[in-house]
């Protein structure tokens, strides 16, 4: 069985154990039964290629000679935006019948510090219990010794949702935080009137959240282009950050020059965009926004968050796994080979995104219900 006991009382919380694999030692063949997925759900929001990438690897590594597994999955948290990718990270992992635990969430701490060196304890952790794989959401480029650790350990790397990309890290799987950014402006911008008009990006200015701001200049270079004037807050998660990112958008809808003409979100907590447009009476604005947090999803069932755009998250947590297992067994040049349709920069998976109309909420939902994936 996995030994995570001592990470659910030292370093975390173990969230749920994966299946076991067959006991044999690590570097033995021992996975008789092929591995079998179940179809993919018919639903307009799935993603073909996605799954068919799935397939090809399942194909590829059922005709070499499968090799049972170790490997830990370490995030950030645990619910809310983190629940989907807990609950396919181990659906892959049961599919995979590997030997393994999904790890987090990690301690809060106001600056992060805590949880950053804590996230580098769960890291050499998993190495020290035996993990050939580790699947990781980092903190922070803190990271980056860590994870250069474990791969001189000869343990592989993959890093999702955020990315240690001066690291010795096998794959990133994940949204693109450039292209994602530039796929939501482009949705708001059809429902911009012409210039003149300004836009506020509730995103990031932080070099040191060097994804957030990714996202925030693919949003800003798109509105930019097409001759708008752009104010860009920092959001906030600190315990004031809802009251004071809504203060901040009323009072830039209330004066700005010239008007505001929309709003978009990058992150989990876009809905403050509609509260702050409705604190300063003008609810009628354009906003589009990211994720499905309820809040959001409730302003949209109004119509006052006119889309939302979803990270796929989902397949960010069961894509790893596959992808760990596919590089013991098969290697990671072949691994990759696999992952063409999607791979960027050689070492980089884009998952998408999905925009989401106001008025395919329910269709969503659907299709979230399918792959029991709701947060």
Not at 14 to 43: D, F, K, M, Q
Not at 70 to 78: D, E, I, P
Not at 90 to 104: F, Y
Request: with cysteine; net charge negative.
């Amino acid at each position: 069985m996995t030994r995570s006991g001592r990470w659910g009382t030292f370093l975390g919380l173990t969230l749920t154990t994966a299946a076991c694999g067959s006991g044999e030692s690590p570097g033995a063949p021992a996975h008789v039964t092929p591995i079998v997925r179940p179809p993919a759900p018919e639903n307009e929001f799935t993603p073909v290629e996605l799954e068919a990438t799935v397939d090809r690897l399942v194909t590829e590594i059922n005709a070499s000679s499968t090799r049972t597994m170790q490997m830990a999955v370490l995030l950030r948290n645990a619910t809310g935006f983190w629940a989907p990718i807990v609950a396919a990270a181990n659906r892959a992992m049961g599919e995979l019948d590997v030997t393994g635990s999904v790890i987090g969430p990690v301690a809060p701490s106001e600056d992060g510090s805590e949880s950053e060196d804590l996230q580098n304890l769960q890291i050499q952790q998993a190495v020290a219990d035996g993990a050939e794989g580790i699947g990781l959401a980092p903190i922070s480029d803190v990271q980056t010794a860590a994870v250069d650790e474990a791969v001189a350990s000869g343990v592989h790397v993959v890093t999702l949702d955020a990315d240690v990309a001066a690291s010795k890290r096998a794959i990133y799987v994940g949204t693109l935080d450039r292209s994602a950014g530039a796929t939501g402006a482009s949705t708001l911008l059809a429902m911009l009137p012409p210039p003149r008009g300004t836009v506020i990006i509730h995103g990031s200015v932080n070099a040191a959240g060097s994804s957030g701001l990714e996202r925030t200049q693919g949003a800003q270079d798109v509105f930019e282009a097409a001759g708008y004037e752009v104010l860009v807050r920092q959001s906030t998660w600190a315990a004031q950050g809802e009251v004071e990112d809504v203060e901040w958008m009323k009072t830039q809808v209330e004066t700005a020059d010239p008007p505001v003409v929309g709003l978009i979100g990058l992150f989990n907590i876009s809905y403050r965009c509609a509260m702050a447009a409705e604190a300063a009476g003008k609810p009628e604005l354009p906003i589009v926004t990211f994720d499905f947090d309820p809040k959001t999803v409730d302003y949209m069932r109004q119509g006052r968050i006119k889309a939302t755009h979803i990270q796929r998250q989902y397949y960010q947590g069961y894509l790893v796994p596959y992808i760990l297992y596919g590089i013991k067994n098969i290697g990671l040049d072949a691994t990759r080979k696999l992952l063409t349709p999607q791979l960027v920069e050689g070492g980089l998976v884009d998952t998408g995104i999905d925009m989401v109309p106001w008025d395919k909420i329910d269709a969503y939902n659907d299709f979230l219900g399918s792959i029991e994936a709701n947060q």
